[in-house]
């Protein structure tokens, strides 16, 4: 998992299961395979990737019958500490 930036942004922001959410995706995952990384329910992982989602901190599409989910570029980098005060990324 990758680490919260020093600044805990992602937690402070989101709440610390959806920000571990995130880190979670440091490789792409099945909702499946995000839920087994989070020792929760496969229905709970769906939820907690829903808002970041929403804010474009995840992107997750269907391939198949499996839902795949990834960190958008924005969502690494308030994983990793990496905005700047305008939201831009550093």
């Known amino acids: 998992m990758l680490p919260l930036g020093e600044s805990h942004t992602a937690a402070?922001?989101?709440?610390?299961?959806?920000?571990?959410?995130l880190a979670a995706l440091h490789d792409t995952a099945t909702t499946g395979e995000l839920a087994r990384r989070l020792r929760i329910s496969?229905?709970?992982?769906?939820?907690?990737v829903?808002?970041?989602?929403?804010?474009?901190l995840a992107r997750s599409?269907?391939?198949?019958?499996?839902?795949l989910?990834?960190?958008?570029p924005l969502?690494?980098?308030?994983?990793?500490?990496?905005l700047s005060s305008?939201?831009?990324v550093t």
């Open 12 to 21: 402070v922001l989101l709440g610390r299961t959806r920000a571990r959410t």
């Open 42 to 48: 496969p229905a709970s992982a769906s939820q907690h």
């Open 50 to 56: 829903h808002a970041p989602a929403a804010a474009n």
């Open 61 to 67: 599409h269907r391939v198949g019958s499996q839902v």
């Open 69 to 72: 989910h990834t960190l958008t």
């Open 75 to 82: 969502g690494e980098a308030l994983l990793r500490g990496r």
């Open 86 to 88: 305008d939201g831009s």
